[in-house]
């Protein structure tokens, strides 16, 4: 064959139309864990999807104690959803340096003992001036309140799970916000350490004082301040409550039998 001839023979290759046209595979993604929905998702900041995002999160390394049962001061003893005694209220944009400064953050919450120090240092990063009642007393391992109740945005500023790890060792069971940051939503369902809950209507902060007694009904999705005699409608927990009731993601995931139980792995 010619030179010429060799020159003019059409090559062999692909031309860019003809791969543009050909349709790689999708990729495959990791299973995730599928969570019940008897409820529609009530935060449009926090959808059920972030249960399902937290699933494919590598373990924590925050290994936590067994929660003790809740005392008769704080809950019914016949329900983990239920809690009554004096509330702590606070106003808009609690960060998480307010919740545990970082100079507390060397605490292992897997160690028992160093779990009651978080607790005990909850919210000690507020500003006396703003707030002179001590969420915990001077000398005091843990809170006289069971309910906090706070504004807009609550949990934002650095993302630490210490935050809501700090506030069930100190003897919270539920935070009723405006609304939350997200990791700090996030990381409450995550450790099942708190109920995170948004009342359905502005301005509950503003019209609660700290010492006041409530009730929180989780399966009323109800405030009762009983200081004052009025009623206020919260948003359901929806989905994320069946995992903070189990005592966190992994537990919820070991209890329905999605990842197998520590004494079987």
Not at 5 to 10: D, F, G, I, V
Not at 186 to 213: F, I, K, M, Q
């Amino acid at each position: 064959m010619s030179m010429a001839a060799a020159a003019a023979k059409p090559s062999p290759t692909i031309s860019r139309t003809s791969v543009a046209s050909q349709k790689a595979p999708p990729p495959r993604l990791a299973p995730a864990l599928r969570f019940p929905s008897y409820h529609p998702s009530p935060f449009p900041n926090h959808p059920s999807s972030i249960l399902a995002a937290s699933s494919r999160i590598a373990p924590s390394p925050l290994l936590l104690p067994p929660r003790a049962a809740l005392s008769s001061s704080s809950s019914s003893p016949s329900s983990p959803t239920l809690f009554h005694g004096p509330c702590f209220v606070l106003g808009d944009n609690i960060d998480t340096d307010q919740i545990i400064p970082a100079e507390h953050l060397t605490l292992v919450p897997s160690n028992p003992d160093e779990y009651a120090k978080l607790g005990s240092h909850a919210f000690c990063g507020l500003p006396s001036a703003a707030y002179p009642v001590p969420f915990v007393a001077p000398g005091a391992a843990a809170s006289r309140f069971p309910v906090v109740v706070a504004g807009a945005n609550f949990g934002c500023g650095s993302s630490r799970e210490h935050a809501p790890v700090a506030l069930g060792a100190a003897g919270v069971g539920a935070v009723v916000a405006e609304s939350y940051a997200r990791i700090f939503f996030r990381n409450s369902v995550a450790t099942g350490e708190v109920y995170p809950l948004e009342v359905e209507t502005e301005g509950l902060h503003e019209e609660c004082t700290t010492g006041d007694v409530v009730t929180v009904d989780l399966e009323k999705s109800v405030l009762i301040n009983h200081t004052t005699g009025r009623e206020y409608r919260l948003k359901p927990i929806g989905d994320a409550g069946p995992v903070i009731e189990a005592g966190g993601i992994f537990a919820y995931a070991r209890k329905t039998g999605m990842i197998a139980s520590a004494s079987t792995a």
